[in-house]
């Protein structure tokens, strides 16, 4: 094992990366940027050295700058976290040219999956179904009529270089297609420096079904299991589970073949994702690999016993896999709510200032993998999740009534954050039957988000939810700062799940 590594990140996963290193007995360096000084991950390090002012080019994007700082801390691996530098496969080569070792894919693997184009090619050459659609990037907004025509609208346009949901747009008529492409096109430049943009089926009403694949450096290549992430605004991922409730264990031995099979044709070591989308009569398509460790894997980890972060560092030092594919079955419910600092009820804006309270739920099969504590300024330099908050449990049931109690649990004072949104998530008919597809949120914002709602029915929910958390806790009111957190307009109608 490594005896020192520096961690390429700030915020949850810095402190995640930390906490593994932490539990194998490994030395850790941290960096940080002017606005991060006083991090908890900054503290929790071993070591830190200050990489530059907050914005992330001058800091947190600086690769030659990162890499001096391993090589003068004496740390041998460099360990990238999600965002950031992670699927740059530049940055992994230069770690590599520098001697030392990038806890990821190889560059190779990361550079075979870098663009969605390419990585669909991959995948046909691998046998893995992937969306019908071209693997080319368009022309002209008449070639783009003509592919439309071919496959039938609804359509969507795609930056193959895209990431976060940037660059797509859906066309539902001919006569949308040459708009759409100039601002698919526009976005994609802005937003990754390259305008290449391709088509794909629409497909209508999919779930998000994602595989775990993990490998090393013997041959080894094994899925954990799928984590449907059905739960987005925007094209982003708001809530995670595993397993899922669409996925029987004759679809899951599938869906990973195809994983593990793509991931074996890139030449893929450590941990990554494919993603797929699963339709209504049981087919699925992939979309594209993550060569990272993903926000949401610790609802993989808990459902399978397996901690990847651990298993990431430990592959990367060069030692083999020592499970079974047999033996990794799902065993009960883990959800992931991302608490960020945005605010739900006025179209989810940012939001900023310094966290003045922060109280954490505790308790059974909770768990908080966070960035922040009281006291953490929150502005607008980097992304808007705070943490994640992740329950296990022993059915689907059960975890979704652990996660609205450890939600009501959870005070953040300062800053506005997705909370409430959340609880209202947990007390949905459609979610709690499982009932929901990538389209489920944005159909349903209004009654997700308290949106448009008076200024009294706002205080009638937030004292409603007060009383609640006051049952849940059994402890004294707290009403004050239930109401001053905004609260959940049905949290006095969650039902109780069966006992189990
Ligand atoms: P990004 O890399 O920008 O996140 P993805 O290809 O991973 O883009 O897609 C993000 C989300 O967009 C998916 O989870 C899904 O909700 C939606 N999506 C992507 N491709 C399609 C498609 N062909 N049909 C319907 N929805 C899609």
Same mark, same amino acid.
């Given at each position: 094992?490594?005896?020192?590594?520096?961690?390429? !990140?700030?915020?949850?996963?810095?402190?995640?990366?930390?906490?593994?290193?932490?539990?194998?007995?490994?030395?850790?360096?941290?960096?940080?940027?002017?606005?991060?000084?006083?991090?908890?991950?900054?503290?929790?390090?071993?070591?830190?050295?200050?990489?530059?002012?907050?914005?992330?080019?001058?800091?947190?994007?600086?690769?030659?700058?990162?890499?001096?700082?391993?090589?003068?801390?004496?740390?041998?691996?460099?360990?990238?976290?999600?965002?950031?530098?992670?699927?740059?496969?530049?940055?992994?080569?230069?770690?590599?040219?520098?001697?030392?070792?990038?806890?990821?894919?190889?560059?190779?693997?990361?550079?075979?999956?870098?663009?969605?184009?390419?990585?669909?090619?991959?995948?046909?050459?691998?046998?893995?179904? *992937?969306?019908?659609?071209?693997?080319?990037?368009?022309?002209?907004?008449?070639?783009?009529?003509?592919?439309?025509?071919?496959?039938?609208?609804?359509?969507?346009?795609?930056?193959?270089?895209?990431?976060?949901?940037?660059?797509?747009?859906?066309? /539902?008529?001919?006569?949308?297609?040459?708009?759409?492409?100039?601002?698919?096109?526009?976005?994609?430049?802005?937003?990754?420096?390259?305008?290449?943009?391709? *088509?794909?089926?629409?497909?209508?009403?999919?779930?998000?079904?994602?595989?775990?694949?993990?490998?090393?450096?013997?041959?080894?290549?094994?899925?954990?299991?799928?984590?449907?992430?059905?739960?987005? /605004?925007?094209?982003?991922?708001?809530?995670?589970?595993?397993?899922?409730?669409?996925?029987?264990?004759?679809?899951?031995?599938?869906?990973?073949?195809?994983?593990?099979?793509?991931?074996?044709?890139?030449?893929?070591?450590?941990?990554?994702?494919?993603?797929?989308?699963?339709?209504?009569?049981?087919?699925?398509? +992939?979309?594209?690999? !993550?060569? /990272?460790?993903?926000?949401?894997?610790?609802?993989?980890?808990?459902?399978?016993?397996?901690?990847?972060?651990?298993?990431?560092?430990?592959?990367?030092?060069?030692?083999?896999?020592?499970?079974?594919?047999?033996?990794?079955?799902?065993?009960?419910?883990?959800?992931?709510?991302?608490?960020?600092?945005?605010?739900?009820?006025?179209?989810?804006?940012?939001?900023?200032?310094?966290?003045?309270?922060?109280?954490?739920?505790?308790?059974?099969?909770?768990?908080?993998?966070?960035?922040?504590?009281?006291?953490?300024?929150?502005?607008?330099?980097?992304?808007?999740?705070?943490?994640?908050?992740?329950?296990?449990?022993?059915?689907?049931?059960?975890?979704?009534?652990?996660?609205?109690?450890?939600?009501?649990?959870?005070?953040?004072?300062?800053?506005?954050?997705?909370?409430? +949104?959340?609880?209202?998530?947990?007390?949905?008919?459609?979610?709690?039957?499982?009932?929901?597809?990538?389209?489920?949120?944005?159909?349903?914002?209004?009654?997700?988000?308290?949106?448009?709602?008076?200024?009294?029915?706002?205080?009638?929910?937030?004292?409603?939810?007060?009383?609640?958390?006051?049952?849940?806790?059994?402890?004294?009111?707290?009403?004050?700062?239930?109401?001053?957190?905004?609260?959940?307009?049905?949290?006095?109608?969650?039902?109780?799940?069966?006992?189990?």
């Amino acid at each position: 094992m490594f005896s020192k590594v520096l961690i390429a !990140n700030r915020g949850e996963i810095a402190l995640r990366v930390i906490r593994a290193c932490q539990e194998l007995g490994v030395r850790t360096v941290a960096v940080y940027s002017d606005a991060d000084a006083r991090a908890p991950h900054v503290r929790e390090a071993d070591e830190a050295v200050h990489v530059g002012p907050p914005p992330s080019a001058q800091s947190y994007l600086l690769g030659d700058r990162l890499i001096e700082a391993a090589k003068r801390t004496g740390a041998e691996a460099i360990h990238p976290g999600y965002g950031f530098l992670s699927e740059r496969e530049w940055f992994a080569r230069a770690v590599r040219e520098a001697g030392l070792t990038f806890v990821g894919p190889p560059a190779e693997a990361i550079e075979a999956m870098g663009s969605k184009t390419a990585a669909r090619q991959l995948a046909i050459r691998a046998g893995t179904p *992937v969306v019908p659609g071209t693997t080319e990037p368009l022309r002209d907004a008449a070639e783009a009529a003509a592919i439309a025509e071919q496959y039938g609208y609804p359509v969507l346009l795609k930056a193959a270089a895209g990431g976060g949901g940037k660059g797509m747009r859906v066309v /539902r008529a001919a006569g949308e297609i040459a708009g759409a492409l100039e601002s698919a096109q526009r976005e994609a430049r802005n937003a990754f420096g390259d305008d290449a943009v391709y *088509v794909e089926k629409y497909i209508e009403g999919p779930r998000h079904v994602e595989i775990q694949v993990l490998g090393d450096r013997h041959g080894n290549m094994l899925h954990l299991g799928e984590r449907e992430c059905s739960v987005q /605004r925007r094209h982003q991922k708001m809530i995670e589970e595993a397993p899922s409730v669409a996925v029987t264990p004759e679809l899951r031995a599938r869906m990973g073949a195809a994983a593990v099979a793509a991931a074996r044709a890139a030449g893929y070591e450590n941990a990554g994702t494919c993603e797929f989308l699963l339709d209504r009569d049981g087919n699925f398509y +992939f979309l594209e690999m !993550n060569t /990272r460790i993903q926000v949401e894997h610790p609802v993989t980890e808990l459902v399978m016993g397996v901690d990847l972060v651990q298993w990431q560092l430990r592959v990367a030092a060069g030692e083999a896999l020592p499970f079974r594919q047999e033996e990794l079955e799902p065993r009960g419910w883990a959800i992931e709510c991302r608490i960020t600092s945005e605010d739900p009820s006025n179209g989810f804006l940012p939001s900023t200032g310094r966290i003045s309270y922060l109280h954490l739920p505790t308790g059974p099969g909770v768990r908080w993998d966070g960035g922040i504590e009281a006291g953490s300024e929150v502005g607008l330099y980097y992304d808007p999740m705070l943490a994640k908050l992740i329950v296990h449990a022993r059915t689907r049931e059960l975890a979704i009534a652990r996660m609205h109690r450890a939600l009501l649990e959870l005070t953040v004072e300062g800053v506005e954050t997705s909370r409430d +949104f959340h609880l209202r998530v947990m007390e949905h008919d459609d979610f709690r039957r499982g009932d929901i597809s990538i389209q489920w949120l944005e159909q349903h914002l209004p009654e997700l988000t308290g949106a448009g709602a008076s200024d009294e029915e706002k205080l009638v929910a937030a004292i409603a939810a007060a009383l609640v958390a006051d049952r849940v806790r059994g402890g004294p009111p707290r009403a004050a700062a239930g109401a001053a957190n905004g609260a959940s307009n049905g949290a006095a109608a969650m039902p109780a799940p069966a006992a189990g």
